[in-house]
Structure formats: C-alpha cells, structure tokens
C-alpha cells in the first residue's frame, strides 16, 4: 500500500513540476519575444521614417522645445519623440504610425494637452 501512495504522489509531483516549468517558461519566453518587437520597431522607425506619419506638437524656439520634450516624455513615455530643424523654427514630431489612421487615434489623446498638434508625413 505504502508503494502505491508512493508512486502515486511521485507521479503528481511529476506533472507538478512538469506543468511549472513549462509557465515559467512560456511568460519568460513571452517578455523575450516582446523585447524583440520593441526594438524591431525602434528599427524600423529608423528605416521606413518616410513611409510612416508622425504627429507634430510643437513649432518654435530651441529654450521651448526642451521644456516640450522633458514634459511630453513624462506624459507619454511610451511615444518617441524626433527634433526636426527647419530654419528658424524646430519642431517636435512624436510617433511613428504605419498608417494615417493609427496617426489620428493617437492624435486624438494628444489634443488634450497639446492643442495645435496636427498629423504629418515627413519627406526624406
């Protein structure tokens, strides 16, 4: 009796471990796989920055556009953020949207704080 109990426990705790294992694999596997996105699209935001749309929030001086930027990436850590120069102005463009649509839902949040945002397509 003792050995059946035995090989009965022994074999639960078999497929416990077996079944731990293969969680605790899947979600690292999951955080890897989702680490690799992220940086695939910060390179492909490199490469394809023609045939993508941006969203412009600020247009002026350089002493503005830095107090701009610091509190655009504390309100939205998650968009990148470009400076483009275009004498005399700078400007602020945040994103990078494969298309116009994905541009304007964003665009959308971003109104509330900054008003004068518009949806661009920067040449190259």
Not at 2 to 18: G, S, Y
Not at 24 to 31: A, C, V, Y
Not at 96 to 121: C, D
Request: aromatic share 12%; net charge positive; with cysteine.
């Amino acid at each position: 009796m003792h050995v059946k109990t035995f090989q009965i426990t022994l074999i639960a705790l078999t497929f416990a471990c077996c079944f731990s294992y293969g969680q605790n694999q899947s979600s690292s596997t999951e955080e890897s796989v989702n680490k690799i996105l992220k940086e695939r699209q910060k390179i492909a935001s490199v490469i394809n920055f023609s045939d993508t749309y941006r969203i412009q929030i600020y247009t002026g001086t350089s002493e503005e556009l830095k107090k701009k930027m610091s509190e655009f990436k504390k309100q939205f850590p998650d968009l990148d953020a470009v400076v483009s120069f275009s004498a005399p102005l700078y400007k602020l463009w945040v994103g990078n949207f494969r298309t116009r649509i994905e541009a304007e839902r964003q665009l959308l949040a971003l109104k509330k704080s900054y008003k004068q945002a518009l949806v661009i397509k920067p040449k190259k």
